[in-house]
């Protein structure tokens, strides 16, 4: 049996430093160390650049060392994504070309990769006019969810995005949503497994910070009837091609949500409030920062829009209940309220006088908001 397996990490680039630190020490450090010691095991995983920065600010070289090394050996493949982790689809083209590029040089930087053949869309998060953007930057493939097509995804078949031209390889979500090891483990003991090619894909912090891990990664490494390999290495082993239409969607999307046209509903939903008023807010901020590109504080002014960009700034506004992926329900005004604060400060950072009409407007916005999610807390949440 083959284990296609992909792994998300990520933590947001204006995270506590605790968190980060729960994370390396739970998840990043355990799962590096398991690779390191079972060669034979091969995974291909997107690190976000805001997550490497973010390393590299806590001191954490060896760490960045040993992943360099196991991507230098072969062992685990590297993506490009864009680096702090916004959802493309929802962002201007500028913006969204700015950090797939920079994603690019921080992992070149500090893991020495440079020609990278797959992308990871955070969150699975795809539009056909984003895949075509990923192919005009060089890119070869990306991995997506199942509900984006009508096909009955077959894994001996290689597809190709009709709108992109970018070969397309589906997970499973259904094995995706379980303890992944647990699963795979349990697959191999069936003998009609025996040929058989499972896909996987899920955030990395599954492993150890999620779900504690006591033994099913062990058992796997030392299963003689599991094979793994990288997506690239698999693609290119299939050559019964077929064409297929993509529809706009993410990894969490629901068959009713495509039918209703409400595609990325954790990150924007026309029905919640708080969603409308914070992309009028992330909208006018990209629209300032771009007008004044030449500014004397272009620099502040983009990290902390960046920031305020990321999907968790929506995500955590949605009250979606994550307990399928082992997560609490996604909300916390405080998390919201951290991202709008980036996106005022993107204002606020800029020193060109003729911005002071929209750092007020911007100001009253961000009152408005913060009213309306702790409005919404107390009243449900609390």
Same mark, same amino acid.
């Given at each position: 049996?083959?284990?296609?397996?992909?792994?998300?990490?990520?933590?947001?680039?204006?995270?506590?430093?605790?968190?980060?630190?729960?994370?390396?020490?739970?998840?990043?450090?355990?799962?590096?160390?398991?690779?390191? #010691?079972?060669?034979?095991?091969?995974? &291909?995983?997107? +690190?976000?650049?805001?997550?490497?920065?973010?390393?590299?600010?806590?001191?954490? !070289?060896?760490?960045?060392?040993?992943?360099?090394?196991?991507?230098?050996?072969?062992?685990?493949?590297?993506?490009?994504?864009?680096?702090?982790?916004?959802?493309?689809?929802?962002?201007?083209?500028?913006?969204?070309?700015? %950090?797939?590029?920079?994603?690019?040089?921080?992992?070149?930087?500090?893991?020495?990769?440079? #020609? *990278?053949?797959?992308?990871?869309?955070?969150?699975?998060?795809?539009?056909?006019?984003?895949?075509?953007?990923? =192919?005009?930057?060089? @890119?070869?493939?990306? +991995?997506?969810?199942?509900?984006?097509? #009508?096909?009955?995804?077959?894994?001996?078949?290689?597809?190709?995005? &009709?709108?992109?031209?970018?070969?397309?390889?589906?997970?499973?979500?259904?094995?995706?949503?379980?303890?992944?090891? &647990?699963?795979?483990?349990? *697959?191999?003991?069936?003998?009609?497994?025996?040929?058989?090619?499972?896909?996987?894909?899920?955030?990395?912090? *599954?492993?150890?910070?999620?779900?504690?891990?006591?033994?099913?990664?062990?058992?796997?490494? #030392?299963?003689?009837?599991?094979?793994?390999?990288?997506?690239?290495?698999?693609?290119?082993?299939? @050559?019964?091609?077929?064409? +297929?239409?993509?529809?706009?969607?993410?990894?969490?999307?629901?068959?009713?949500? *495509?039918?209703?046209?409400?595609?990325?509903?954790?990150?924007?939903?026309?029905?919640?409030?708080?969603?409308?008023?914070?992309?009028?807010?992330? !909208?006018?901020?990209?629209?300032?920062? =771009? =007008?004044?590109?030449?500014?004397?504080?272009?620099?502040?002014?983009?990290?902390?829009?960046?920031?305020?960009?990321?999907?968790? &700034?929506?995500?955590?506004?949605?009250?979606?209940?994550?307990?399928?992926?082992?997560?609490?329900?996604?909300?916390?005004?405080?998390?919201?309220?951290?991202?709008?604060?980036?996106?005022?400060?993107?204002?606020?950072?800029?020193?060109?006088?003729?911005?002071?009409?929209?750092?007020?407007?911007?100001? =009253?916005? %961000?009152?408005?908001?913060?009213?309306? +999610?702790?409005?919404?807390?107390?009243?449900?949440?609390?």
């Amino acid at each position: 049996m083959t284990w296609i397996n992909f792994l998300h990490f990520y933590q947001p680039a204006n995270s506590d430093p605790y968190n980060i630190s729960e994370a390396i020490n739970k998840c990043y450090r355990p799962l590096l160390a398991f690779w390191e #010691k079972n060669p034979q095991l091969r995974c &291909t995983i997107n +690190i976000s650049g805001c997550l490497l920065l973010r390393w590299s600010e806590m001191g954490e !070289d060896k760490l960045i060392k040993q992943l360099k090394k196991l991507v230098s050996r072969g062992q685990i493949e590297l993506v490009g994504s864009a680096a702090y982790h916004p959802l493309l689809p929802l962002i201007s083209e500028a913006e969204a070309i700015l %950090q797939i590029k920079e994603q690019a040089e921080i992992l070149e930087r500090f893991l020495g990769a440079k #020609k *990278l053949r797959g992308f990871f869309l955070p969150e699975m998060a795809y539009s056909p006019k984003v895949g075509k953007l990923i =192919k005009s930057l060089g @890119y070869e493939w990306l +991995i997506l969810d199942p509900i984006l097509t #009508k096909e009955r995804v077959d894994n001996q078949i290689s597809y190709i995005d &009709t709108e992109s031209s970018l070969r397309i390889i589906f997970r499973s979500r259904e094995l995706s949503n379980t303890y992944v090891p &647990t699963s795979i483990q349990a *697959l191999i003991a069936e003998s009609d497994n025996r040929d058989k090619v499972f896909v996987t894909a899920t955030d990395g912090e *599954l492993y150890g910070l999620r779900h504690e891990d006591q033994k099913e990664l062990k058992l796997l490494a #030392k299963n003689k009837k599991l094979k793994t390999k990288i997506i690239s290495e698999y693609l290119d082993g299939i @050559y019964k091609i077929k064409k +297929i239409r993509l529809a706009s969607g993410s990894w969490e999307t629901t068959a009713a949500e *495509l039918k209703s046209g409400v595609v990325f509903p954790l990150w924007q939903d026309k029905k919640n409030k708080i969603h409308r008023s914070l992309w009028e807010l992330a !909208d006018l901020a990209q629209a300032v920062i =771009k =007008k004044y590109e030449k500014d004397s504080n272009y620099h502040w002014a983009r990290w902390h829009l960046v920031r305020g960009l990321a999907s968790c &700034t929506f995500w955590w506004a949605s009250g979606r209940d994550m307990s399928h992926n082992f997560g609490a329900p996604a909300w916390s005004p405080d998390e919201v309220e951290r991202g709008i604060n980036e996106l005022v400060r993107a204002i606020r950072s800029l020193h060109d006088q003729t911005s002071r009409a929209t750092k007020i407007k911007a100001e =009253k916005m %961000q009152v408005a908001i913060k009213r309306l +999610i702790w409005e919404k807390h107390w009243r449900y949440h609390f």
